[in-house]
Every structure is written in C-alpha cells, then in structure tokens.
C-alpha cells in the first residue's frame, strides 16, 4: 500500500530562530490533536535549520527534507551542499526538479536525474517535482512535457531506487498563485504519471509510488483533492507557513 504525504516546502522562508518556533508549534499541534491517518509528515526547512530541526522533531515522527543538493558528495562547487551532508544534518529526506529551481536555476531533466541519483545513494528519499506552465497546458503540449520529465528524469533509475521515490505533481500555473488544479484535472495527470511509471517499471512499483499533488493547497481544497484516487497527498508551499494551515491539510485524508 502506497503512502498518504504531506510534505511542507517552506523555500526561501523562515530564519533559524522562526524555523524553530514553528517546528515547535507543528509539533505540538500534531502530539495535541493528530488522529492516525497513517500520512507521514515531512518539513523542508532551508539548509540553515535542517540540523536543528532535525533533533527538535525527534520522536515525533516529523520527517525533515532538503529542498536541493548538488550531485557531487564533496568538492570545489561553491555555494552548494550534498546529498551525504544533509543525511549528516539530519534530513532524510530532498525535493529535486522543483519548477522554481528549473525556471531561475535552469536545472534540466538531465541535471536533474544526477541529482536524483547522488541522493539516493546518500540514502535520502526523493520527492520528484514535475509540472507544466500554463503556455504548455494551454497549448496541449502538457502531457510530452510531463512524460520527458518522468522518462529522462527517472533515466538509469531502477525498481528498489523507486522505493525512495515520491512524485509531486506540480503544475506552475497554480503555485503560489492561489490558482488550483480542479481535482478532476489533478487526478487526469496523476493517473497518467502512474501510467508511465507502469510501463516502465511494472505495476507493482507504479501502485507503490506515492504521487502527491502541489500548487496552493489549502485546508479548504485539500480534502477533494486528496479524496481523488491517484493522489496520494500535498507538496504544500505557502500554507506550510502555518502550522494551523498545515495541520489541517494533514487531517483533509478522508
Ligand atoms: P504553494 O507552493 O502551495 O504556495 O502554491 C507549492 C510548491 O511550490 O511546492
């Protein structure tokens, strides 16, 4: 059985001092008020707060996850972190291919797939983000974008590194904008998703992976959402930023 996720993605948000008090706040709403859904929980402050976060979580079940990293463990590559130095931090866990790093880092599916690679052998879990702009979707050119995403960004890739595979499905047009997917549409693309990760890795993988949508859920949109049987929860941006926010997202599994 595949996994209901919310993971936060707090960005480019948060000092240390603020990414401690909301941990703390997220913590104590969820050992209040948490009633099993089995979703597992996952926070991705900056690099900066990963270590403390990490030992504030402890015994809590609240996962920690980076929002990028290099694909080389150690080297002269200025400005960067690897995938073996968040592990040491305490982060079990990294999002690649966010659109935000495709569209002002200029991150490509190929770029992208080392970087998938090098944290997977680091031993992280990975939350794969692919998604189309509103230029593609409204020209129909959306379902080849989505599936080189997959196909080149899961290239050399195989069935136990899909263990440690999530998906985001993440359309531009919607993150951040306020602007949803219907979860009609939602549902359109991540049954095709899992449709290609069926043709290429089998069924059993395909039915494993957990493919999560993102791009403004909100504790009043997630519940349809999540209801819709190919998702299998939120990458979740702005309403990460409250805990309250984020609590109910993760109470919106029916
Ligand atoms: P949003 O961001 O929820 O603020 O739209 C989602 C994301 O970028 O992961």
């Known amino acids: 059985m595949r996994k209901n996720i919310v993971a936060g993605n707090w960005k480019m948000h948060k000092t240390l001092t603020e990414s401690q008090a909301l941990t703390t706040e997220i913590r104590g709403v969820i050992r209040d008020e948490f009633r099993s859904n089995n979703a597992e929980i996952i926070i991705c402050p900056t690099n900066l707060a990963i270590a403390s976060i990490s030992k504030l979580v402890e015994g809590s079940g609240i996962k920690v996850g980076a929002q ?100 985001a499905y993440e359309p531009v047009w919607a993150i951040g904008t306020g602007k949803t997917a219907s979860a009609d549409q939602a549902q359109e693309v991540h049954a095709f998703i899992r449709n290609l990760l069926d043709t290429r890795f089998g069924a059993a993988i395909a039915e494993n992976v957990s493919i999560l949508y993102g791009g403004s859920v909100k504790p009043d949109n997630a519940k349809e959402l999540f209801a819709m049987k190919d998702i299998d929860g939120g990458l979740i941006g702005g309403a990460s ?12 599994f029916a």
């Open 68 to 167: 990028n990293c290099h694909f080389e463990t150690q080297g002269a590559f200025t400005g960067e972190v690897s995938a073996t130095m968040l592990v040491a931090a305490g982060a079990t866990h990294v999002i690649i291919g966010h659109s935000e790093r495709r569209q002002y880092f200029n991150e490509n599916n190929e770029l992208l797939s080392k970087k998938k690679k090098a944290s997977l052998a680091a031993g992280l879990t990975v939350l794969y983000c692919v998604g189309e702009t509103l230029q593609e979707r409204e020209s129909d050119t959306h379902w080849g974008i989505i599936e080189a995403q997959i196909t080149e960004g899961l290239a050399g890739l195989n069935s136990s590194d899909m263990e440690r595979m999530i998906i």
């Open 241 to 252: 930023l409250k805990a309250r926010d984020f609590f109910d997202i993760v109470q919106a």
